[in-house]
């Protein structure tokens, strides 16, 4: 792909064609060096977008949900774009959510943008290019974009430094209570939902977030985060976690908060993109560098920390692709 070419693809993109639009990701998702130009242009003209993070355990109907509120956003006009992330399955075509979640009437939609990216092994909870993926959609015109992970852990963390907002999504009888505290989710989450709510022990669950999250808002200015009851069998709770969504964004804005997190977020990026030209540079530069290193340190010449700074200090210096 040529730099002209390139530079066609964004001004498609920018002007709403999905076809460039679903190219443009893939080669975010990709990573070759061809698809530079065209991201970096894309990124250029992003910063629009709200960008919320959706985790939450297996099972916890997480999903369903984002279809729900995915629906509820385009009744209010506004456009949303959905970017799922599978922690196993191999690339599908954006097409993970079909057998997932009921997108009924939300297909054909062109205000809605659903991709899926499998992280492939992947360090974390986000596929490689997922911030890149957000840049295309938000550069796109999408108002909201909603990240989509399965919950465990380190995903919720890694969504949390992705996102504007962040929603962690629980559900009664699967130990919320335990793998909120072992998550860290009561620093990281903005807006808790208790769904399958028609449960009989959903208020056993929304009654153990509040009492944990009494201790934790305690210390914690400015917004609370709530803690909200949902069902998508009846639909209870879609519209007010949406509100609490804009509600959240807009505490952001008028505290100044949202140009913070927008930092965080370029520093995490500026940072995770060193880490990946160093470790391209490394694997391009090692070749006939590393058995004499080791043959060192297997005679206890070298410790490993210091095998790894000679071996970084012989990189050829200038290069970054």
């Given at each position: 792909?040529?730099?002209?070419?390139?530079?066609?693809?964004?001004?498609?993109?920018?002007?709403?064609?999905?076809r460039?639009?679903?190219?443009?990701?893939?080669?975010?998702?990709?990573?070759?060096?061809?698809?530079?130009?065209?991201?970096?242009?894309?990124?250029?003209?992003?910063?629009?977008?709200?960008?919320?993070g959706?985790?939450?355990?297996?099972?916890?109907?997480?999903?369903?949900?984002?279809?729900?509120?995915?629906?509820?956003?385009?009744?209010?006009?506004?456009?949303?774009?959905?970017?799922?992330?599978?922690?196993s399955?191999?690339?599908?075509?954006?097409?993970?959510?079909?057998?997932?979640?009921?997108?009924?009437?939300?297909?054909?939609?062109?205000?809605?943008?659903?991709?899926?990216?499998?992280?492939?092994?992947?360090?974390?909870?986000?596929?490689?290019?997922?911030?890149?993926?957000?840049?295309?959609?938000?550069?796109?015109?999408?108002?909201?974009?909603?990240?989509?992970?399965?919950?465990?852990?380190?995903?919720?963390?890694?969504?949390?430094?992705?996102?504007h907002?962040?929603?962690?999504?629980?559900?009664?009888?699967?130990?919320?209570?335990?793998?909120?505290?072992?998550?860290?989710?009561?620093?990281?989450?903005?807006?808790?939902?208790?769904?399958?709510?028609?449960?009989?022990?959903?208020?056993?669950?929304?009654?153990?977030?509040?009492?944990?999250?009494?201790?934790?808002?305690?210390?914690?200015?400015?917004?609370?985060?709530?803690?909200?009851?949902?069902?998508?069998?009846?639909?209870?709770?879609?519209?007010?976690?949406?509100?609490?969504?804009?509600?959240?964004?807009?505490?952001?804005?008028?505290?100044?908060?949202?140009?913070?997190?927008?930092?965080?977020?370029?520093?995490?990026?500026?940072?995770?993109?060193?880490?990946?030209?160093?470790?391209d540079?490394?694997?391009?530069?090692?070749?006939?560098?590393?058995?004499?290193?080791?043959?060192?340190?297997?005679a206890?010449?070298?410790?490993?920390?210091?095998?790894?700074?000679?071996?970084?200090?012989?990189?050829?210096?200038?290069?970054?692709?």
């Amino acid at each position: 792909m040529g730099y002209v070419a390139s530079l066609d693809l964004v001004a498609a993109a920018r002007a709403g064609h999905t076809r460039a639009i679903a190219r443009l990701l893939t080669r975010a998702e990709s990573g070759v060096a061809e698809a530079r130009p065209a991201l970096d242009a894309m990124f250029a003209h992003a910063g629009r977008a709200h960008v919320v993070g959706i985790t939450g355990v297996p099972g916890s109907g997480k999903s369903t949900l984002v279809a729900l509120v995915a629906a509820a956003i385009r009744k209010q006009g506004r456009t949303v774009a959905i970017v799922a992330i599978d922690p196993s399955s191999p690339f599908s075509g954006g097409a993970i959510l079909g057998d997932r979640i009921r997108m009924g009437e939300l297909g054909g939609d062109p205000g809605v943008f659903v991709r899926s990216m499998a992280t492939r092994g992947a360090l974390g909870g986000l596929a490689r290019g997922t911030l890149e993926a957000v840049d295309v959609l938000d550069a796109s015109g999408f108002d909201v974009v909603m990240i989509e992970t399965v919950g465990v852990g380190q995903d919720e963390v890694d969504v949390a430094r992705a996102a504007h907002t962040t929603v962690v999504v629980s559900a009664p009888g699967l130990g919320d209570d335990i793998q909120a505290i072992k998550a860290g989710v009561l620093e990281i989450a903005d807006i808790h939902v208790v769904s399958k709510c028609d449960k009989p022990d959903a208020n056993r669950t929304i009654a153990d977030l509040k009492s944990m999250l009494i201790l934790d808002l305690a210390n914690r200015p400015g917004w609370k985060p709530p803690v909200l009851p949902t069902s998508a069998a009846t639909g209870e709770g879609v519209d007010a976690l949406v509100a609490a969504v804009d509600a959240h964004r807009a505490a952001l804005e008028q505290s100044g908060e949202i140009a913070t997190r927008r930092a965080l977020i370029d520093e995490r990026r500026l940072l995770k993109a060193s880490e990946e030209l160093l470790r391209d540079r490394f694997e391009r530069a090692r070749d006939g560098r590393v058995a004499s290193l080791l043959a060192a340190m297997a005679a206890r010449e070298l410790s490993p920390h210091a095998a790894a700074t000679r071996l970084l200090a012989a990189l050829p210096q200038g290069e970054t692709a």
